[in-house]
């Protein structure tokens, strides 16, 4: 019985340790005719009381997956790659047009409206997260 505590007090505090997040609203917008690349959004919800840090994403229907950020640079429009995108504890950060985004080179296939995008995150401590992005029309400007 004695032990029986002993691995119940482990496993609980094991727990502790992983981070809690949700990934909501995941979508990719549907290339433009002739180009080749498109940007993805979702919502990240961190639980947990630590902080979470989104390092690299993939998906094995484009070429390569990279975390960008918008930023204006002398009154210019700018795209950024970056190494991270940091969720604190018990926040949420957007990816939106705009801001933070996903950007997908290369698509091995037609991307059609509605279809599921198979994508998986990939945070700082190992964690790994599976999303299914809805393919979704750029609005008109
Ligand atoms: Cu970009």
Same mark, same amino acid.
């Given at each position: 019985?004695?032990?029986? @505590?002993? @691995? *119940?007090?482990?496993?609980?505090?094991?727990?502790?340790? &992983? /981070? #809690? %997040? $949700?990934?909501?609203? &995941? *979508?990719?917008? !549907?290339? =433009?005719?002739?180009? *080749?690349?498109?940007?993805?959004?979702?919502?990240? %919800?961190? *639980?947990?009381? !630590?902080?979470?840090?989104?390092?690299?994403?993939?998906?094995?229907?484009?070429?390569?997956? $990279?975390?960008?950020?918008?930023?204006?640079? #002398?009154?210019?429009?700018?795209? $950024?790659?970056?190494?991270? %995108?940091?969720? &604190?504890?018990?926040?949420?950060?957007? =990816? !939106?047009?705009?801001? =933070?985004? =996903?950007?997908?080179?290369?698509?091995?296939?037609?991307?059609?409206?509605? !279809?599921?995008?198979? %994508?998986?995150?990939?945070?700082?401590?190992?964690?790994? @997260?599976?999303?299914? &992005?809805?393919? /979704?029309?750029?609005?008109?400007?």
């Amino acid at each position: 019985m004695r032990r029986f @505590i002993f @691995i *119940t007090a482990f496993v609980a505090s094991f727990q502790s340790m &992983a /981070t #809690d %997040i $949700e990934i909501i609203n &995941a *979508t990719v917008r !549907q290339p =433009l005719p002739e180009r *080749t690349v498109s940007a993805g959004y979702f919502s990240i %919800i961190n *639980t947990s009381s !630590q902080a979470a840090n989104l390092v690299a994403a993939s998906s094995p229907w484009f070429e390569k997956v $990279e975390l960008h950020q918008h930023s204006y640079v #002398d009154g210019m429009m700018r795209m $950024e790659h970056v190494d991270g %995108i940091v969720v &604190a504890p018990n926040q949420t950060v957007h =990816l !939106q047009p705009g801001g =933070l985004h =996903l950007m997908l080179f290369t698509p091995k296939q037609p991307l059609q409206l509605d !279809q599921r995008v198979p %994508i998986e995150l990939v945070f700082e401590n190992g964690q790994k @997260i599976s999303v299914a &992005a809805v393919v /979704t029309k750029i609005p008109k400007q």
